[in-house]
């Protein structure tokens, strides 16, 4: 079993920032991709962004330029770190990770962190 545990949220305001973290912990070999999706209600889960194990990074074009992510493979954490943010950012934010035993490769989702961004 893996556990993502999420923190970092909060409320801000309309061109502030924040920085999301989430640390895998439990059984497993190793993790490919970990990364954040977010949530508003009524929508689909969308991706904001992700990064491989090597390094790779993917972001959605409605973050790019203000968010980045970057992990620290050593401690099993991903961040997200977000700048300029916008009233419409405002989501519930979930941890994903890729992880495997070595054999199989499964996906876990953190119980996500509220981000509101005031106008």
């Known amino acids: 079993q893996v556990q993502l545990v999420e923190s970092g949220g909060g409320l801000v305001q309309a061109g502030g920032s924040l920085r999301l973290s989430c640390a895998a912990s439990?059984?497993?070999?190793?993790?490919?991709?970990m990364g954040w999706y977010r949530q508003t209600p009524g929508k689909q889960r969308e991706l904001c962004a992700d990064?491989?194990?090597?390094?790779?990074?993917k972001y959605a074009d409605s973050v790019k330029g203000r968010f980045t992510i970057f992990r620290d493979n050593a401690a099993n954490t991903v961040y997200l770190q977000m700048n300029s943010l916008k009233p419409e950012d405002t989501a519930v934010y979930y941890c994903?990770?890729?992880?495997?035993?070595?054999?199989?490769?499964?996906?876990?989702w953190g119980k996500g962190t509220l981000v509101t961004v005031s106008s």
């Open positions: 990064i491989a194990s090597g390094g790779r990074t």
């Open positions: 994903y990770a890729k992880v495997t035993n070595g054999i199989l490769y499964t996906d876990y």
């Open positions: 439990g059984s497993f070999l190793s993790i490919n991709t």
